[in-house]
């Protein structure tokens, strides 16, 4: 069992910036994988970035650049910085960790983003 713990998120105006956290406790092996996924209303939920245990990060085309993942492996955190947002980048952002060792996946509860237009 895994549990994820999120922070940060809220409102920000157009071209500001925001940091989310994911702090994760409980069965957490090295070659995980964690990553943050977000789903606008009517949307299919996405890949927005992700990173595995030896830091390799992979993004969604439209936040390369403006977003950065990182990873801490002694905490078991990762952090979003995200610079530079869009309206469209509101959505509801989820803290994801990959288990393939068990064929599992663990989710956060989710953090609000909203960037008005």
């Known amino acids: 069992q895994v549990n994820l713990a999120e922070s940060g998120g809220g409102l920000v105006q157009p071209g500001g910036s925001l940091r989310l956290s994911c702090a994760a406790s409980g069965n957490i092996l090295s070659v995980d994988t964690m990553g943050w996924y977000r789903q606008a209303p009517g949307k299919q939920r996405e890949m927005v970035a992700t990173i595995d245990v030896g830091g390799t990060a992979r993004y969604l085309p439209s936040v390369k650049g403006r977003f950065s993942i990182s990873r801490d492996n002694i905490k078991n955190m990762i952090s979003l910085q995200m610079n530079g947002l869009k309206p469209e980048d509101t959505a509801v952002y989820y803290c994801?960790?990959?288990?393939?060792?068990?064929?599992?996946?663990?989710w956060g509860q989710g953090t609000q983003v909203t960037v008005p237009s």
């Open positions: 994801n960790i990959h288990q393939p060792f068990y064929g599992k996946d663990y």
